[in-house]
């Protein structure tokens, strides 16, 4: 699963010269892009102003993969005042407080950090350690509630953790409700079988009944054909018998 991270920070400078000094000499940031603008933007990118304008995106990689600072310059405005939400933003690297001594930049050391404040009035605390590879230079950014993006995006990732918990739950849940499903239609199809099965047995059944009551009574009646015609020719015989002995006695006399 992919963690968000911190896109830029939007910093207003007043002296676009000192400012890209410093965050390409000092900080050793590259600029990444520059745009020019004739007037203000509709979405306040540049603070309440109408007049023309530029931005700057400075960092140490890629804007799609690593952290990088905008840095708004509307012109004709020197200088703003600073807030005071913005804390500092965190900077890993060995070679800037190496660079800000090689040109008299004013370094304040506190604990294991050592901090500058930009031309503008930004804080960056250096911490003198390299990362790895391509690794993100930039820890993290400040602000006055004592959280910073790291912590945001840590409280984000457990968010996400816990959203992708609950709809893999849900889909399990949604895959048992399929397999139960399932299951019923083949129980159901199965069960309509064995009816049907069932039914041919009671109706095989029913026919060997029948084709027997059948025989039963094709027999009877066959018997009763037989009986009558011995009863035909019993009373054929005694008729005969009868009219022999007539004759006989006829003829004696």
Not at 118 to 128: A, T
Request: net charge negative; hydrophobic share 30%; proline share 2%.
């Amino acid at each position: 699963m992919a963690t968000r991270r911190a896109l830029h920070f939007v910093f207003k400078v007043g002296n676009r010269t000192k400012t890209a000094e410093f965050y390409r000499d000092i900080l050793g940031m590259k600029f990444l892009r520059h745009e020019e603008f004739e007037k203000g933007c509709e979405a306040a990118c540049n603070g309440p102003y109408d007049g023309k304008w530029s931005k700057s995106m400075v960092g140490y990689g890629p804007e799609d993969s690593h952290f990088v600072v905008e840095l708004t310059y509307n012109y004709g405005i020197g200088a703003y005042k600073l807030g005071n939400d913005f804390r500092g933003i965190t900077i890993h690297s060995k070679d800037i407080i190496r660079n800000a001594n090689k040109l008299n930049y004013p370094v304040v050391t506190d604990g294991e950090s050592q901090i500058l404040t930009s031309p503008d009035g930004y804080k960056f605390i250096v911490m003198e350690k390299e990362t790895e590879g391509e690794n993100e230079r930039v820890e993290n950014v400040e602000d006055k509630r004592g959280e910073n993006d790291r912590e945001n995006v840590e409280d984000k990732r457990v968010e996400n953790v816990e959203k992708e918990r609950v709809d893999n739950v849900e889909d399990e849940r949604g895959e048992n409700v399929e397999d139960d499903r399932r299951e019923y239609v083949h129980v159901e199809k199965e069960r309509v079988e064995n009816v049907e099965d069932e039914r041919v047995q009671i109706e095989m059944v029913e026919n060997v009944e029948n084709e027997r009551v059948e025989n039963v009574e094709n027999e009877r009646v066959e018997n009763e054909k037989m009986n009558n015609c011995n009863l035909s020719d019993r009373r054929s015989f005694d008729e005969f018998g009868e009219v022999l002995s007539k004759t006989v006695l006829w003829k004696l006399n």
